[in-house]
C-alpha cells in the first residue's frame, strides 16, 4: 500500500456506525485530512447532519442510511457500495450495540441473537459482498472496533462479550486470508468513551447488571474519553497500518 499521506486525496474510506459516537468522530477527522468518507448507519437526524459536516470538507463524501440488524438492507446496500465505490481503501467496522444486558439464563434470546448479527454476523456479510472493491487496486486498510470485553467477560454481558470475542477473531482470519489481495485487518480497543453506549449501560438496573453504579461513577468521575480524542489517538493506524501489524489488537491505553 501506498503511504496514507500521498493518497489521502484519492482514497475512499468506509465507515460503518458513523452518524453518533466513535464513529462520528473518526469520519469528521478523515475527511478533515482530506480522505473521502462513506458513512454508514441507520437513518436519524444525526446521520443528515453528518453528511452537511463530512461535505463541507470534501464534496465527495456521502452517507447511505442501513440498518445492519437487517440481512436484507445489508444486502442492498452491500450492492450498491460495490457499484458506487469500485475501490475502497479503508473499511472501519465500527458500528455495534450493547445488546440485552441481563442475566444469560433470563435474557431476551431473540435480542441477543440480534446483538450477534449488529456486532458480528453483518461484518462479515457486508465485506463478502464488498470484497472486489477492498481487493482493488492497492488493497485495503481495515480497522474493526472492538473493547475491553472481547477478553474479559462482565456480568449480564454475554452478548456483548461474545461478539465482540468471535469480532476480533474475524480480524484475525481477515488479516490471514486477505493477505493475497493486500487486505490488512486490525482491531482496536477504544476503552471507556463518552457515547450513547455507555449512557444505555447507566440506565440498566442494578437487578439485570450487579455492576451499573462502576459505570455511573465513571461517567461521575470524569473517567470517560472525547471520541474525538480517541479518534485522534486512532488516526495513523487506521490510516497507515500494513501487512507487519496485520491481525494485531490495538488498545487505546498503549498509545
Not at 14 to 23: F, N, R
Not at 187 to 214: C, E, L, Y
Not at 230 to 236: D, G, H, L, R
Request: charged share 20%; net charge negative; glycine share 8%.
Amino acid at each position: 500500500m501506498q503511504s496514507s499521506e500521498s493518497m489521502s486525496n484519492q482514497e475512499t474510506f468506509l465507515i460503518t456506525g458513523a452518524s453518533k459516537g466513535l464513529g462520528r468522530s473518526i469520519a469528521i477527522l478523515l475527511a478533515k485530512k482530506g480522505y473521502v468518507i462513506v458513512g454508514l448507519a441507520r437513518a436519524s437526524k444525526e446521520l443528515t447532519s453528518l453528511n452537511k459536516i463530512l461535505k463541507s470538507f470534501n464534496p465527495k463524501c456521502s452517507v447511505l442510511e442501513c440498518d445492519l440488524s437487517a440481512t436484507a438492507e445489508v444486502n442492498d446496500i452491500g450492492h450498491l457500495i460495490v457499484d458506487t465505490y469500485p475501490s475502497i481503501s479503508g473499511l472501519v467496522h465500527n458500528a455495534g450495540i450493547i445488546g440485552p444486558v441481563d442475566n444469560m439464563f433470563a435474557v431476551n434470546a431473540d435480542e441477543w441473537d440480534a446483538a450477534l448479527q449488529v456486532n458480528l454476523s453483518s461484518v462479515q456479510r457486508l465485506t463478502g459482498i464488498i470484497y472486489q472493491s477492498l481487493a482493488a487496486e492497492n488493497g485495503c486498510r481495515v480497522t474493526t472496533i472492538s473493547s475491553g470485553a472481547a477478553i474479559k467477560s462482565l456480568p449480564s454481558w454475554s452478548a456483548y462479550c461474545t461478539s465482540k470475542a468471535a469480532l476480533e477473531m474475524w480480524t484475525k482470519c481477515l488479516a490471514q486470508e486477505g493477505m493475497g489481495d493486500n487486505i490488512t485487518a486490525i482491531s482496536f480497543a477504544p476503552g471507556i468513551v463518552d457515547t450513547g453506549m455507555q449512557a444505555a449501560i447507566r440506565s440498566v438496573s442494578q437487578q439485570k447488571f450487579p455492576m451499573v453504579d462502576r459505570f455511573i461513577g465513571f461517567h461521575e468521575n470524569g473517567d470517560l474519553t472525547n471520541p474525538d480524542d480517541v479518534a485522534s489517538a486512532m488516526f495513523e493506524l487506521i490510516t497507515q497500518h500494513d501487512m507487519s501489524v496485520s491481525g494485531q489488537r490495538f488498545d487505546v491505553r498503549d498509545l
